[in-house]
């Protein structure tokens, strides 16, 4: 069983690729719908609800992690893994820079798009991971706060939509990226439009993607760990998802069933 | 001292009305940033927040308070006046019916819009209360969820925002509407555009105006009501709010300071 949590719904892209290159995995979701987004909010908090999410996925014997909101990987991957050593954890950053790497390793000077949230490109955690494995690199770092909010409308084909990519993405074209990372999990949803704006030239790199690489180097290198098994997928959110239907079909094209319960794994109180 | 609160920095545009007709009064502002938006989540949710919000405010010998926050009105402006009976309560929605049954008070046939976020719309509040006053009335209500993004990123004066406005609005501007009420605190700031594309014959109703209304009426009636006294205005966000200054700018058109603490009353255990 693979514990994902994630924001909200956006996490379903990653779930979507585990269900097609782990079929025999199951999965336990959590999406924290109760305190996204985590775009916007302090880097403090952000790590407190992950801190917390991970101890309760512990609680349930989830040994193998992913946090599939680069929002919560930007500001608490390192800091989760160095808090958890005893389960594995694994975030969307380091997989995409490895993913980087391994596609530039030549060592060329490379221009490299990264979008966001505004507190993934704030962190700057995608521009200083990627200028360690490469100084040749020029990055180019841009929020696109309005994104997720246009596509949890299900405005993915709106007019609207790709005013605002236009708006966006003019910095990144008029760079003339090679490469463009998609920094949040609900961009894999307006690729299309993506290419449609910068080009069909320009590599898109899925973070989702290289997540998928790296975890099959980790069975691989790791076949006798001991994972807890499950008959049936789990999901979980901490409030009552805005537009899940709409997000889950658009995430997997056809429509399958996801059956979710609502359960809140905090105990809030006033102090 | 009038303890306000909402969701983020919303509803510093009724902060601003309280200044201009209550100079003399000091405000105790809390903005749940950790937590926002409030208008995509449950309703279940939303009344806990605001519970646990009053319960604060109480402890610090605040007893009169506003709910600044159209959907926290929504779900719990009655709830939340049913259980603290010995404090003095004031939401957005009473004061905003009570407006309309004044000036429609000849009960005619009425064709009245509503906007706001997906929560305040989908509790219903608003067409339930001014059908209570007047059965004539014809209630159209339209939730408008990317506003409050598209205000919060600074676009008020954006295209983007024109056409989405164009988009939300069209249903209400074919229905002929006489009035609108601007169920969201956040959408006063774009209510020239609003004026753009409905006309300027149209009625807005501002809530927070009716508010300020109600409010001089109860003090009018109450002069001997004990009100904690502070020499200072209070203003504290339970994370750090998100584009602040553009907001705070916009609300109070000139520039005027407001220094902030960040203060999470919020204890928040894992289960």
């Given amino acids: 069983m693979i514990g994902v949590f994630d924001s909200g719904v956006g996490g379903l892209t990653v779930v979507k690729e585990i269900f097609k290159y782990f079929p025999q995995e199951k999965v336990f979701y959590f999406g924290d719908t ?6 916007t909010k302090s880097e403090k908090t952000i790590k407190n609800y992950s801190e917390k999410i991970v101890s309760w996925f512990q609680k349930e014997n989830i040994n193998l992690i992913i946090i599939a909101c680069n929002t919560a990987s930007s500001w608490a991957e390192e800091y989760l893994k160095n808090k958890f050593k005893d389960i594995y954890i694994f975030g969307m950053i380091e997989p995409t820079v490895k993913e980087v790497a391994r596609i530039y390793k030549d060592k060329k000077i490379k221009k490299i798009g990264v979008i966001g949230t505004s507190g993934t490109i704030k962190s700057r955690v995608y521009e200083k991971k990627l200028l360690e494995i490469n100084k040749n690199f020029k990055i180019y770092s841009k929020s696109c ?13 709106d007019k609207i939509t790709k005013e605002v990519a236009l708006k966006y993405l ?8 090679d490469a463009l990372i998609l920094g949040c999990t609900h961009y894999p949803l307006i690729k299309d439009l993506i290419y449609e704006i910068l080009g069909e030239n320009i590599l898109i790199i899925n973070p989702a993607e290289a997540l998928i690489r ?9 076949k006798q760990i001991k994972n807890k098994k499950e008959k049936n997928h789990k999901f979980f959110f901490s409030d009552v998802p805005y537009n899940f239907e709409k997000i889950k079909n658009f995430c997997f094209n056809k429509k399958i069933n996801i059956n979710f319960e609502i359960k809140n794994p905090f105990n809030e109180k006033i102090i």
């Fill in 214 to 222: 790296e975890l099959k180097l980790f069975f691989e290198n790791n």
């Fill in 34 to 39: 109760l305190h996204l987004p985590y775009g």
């Fill in 170 to 177: 003019k910095p990144l074209k008029e760079k003339n990226i």
């Fill in 145 to 157: 706060p309005l994104f997720v909010s246009l596509i949890e409308e299900g405005l993915i084909k």
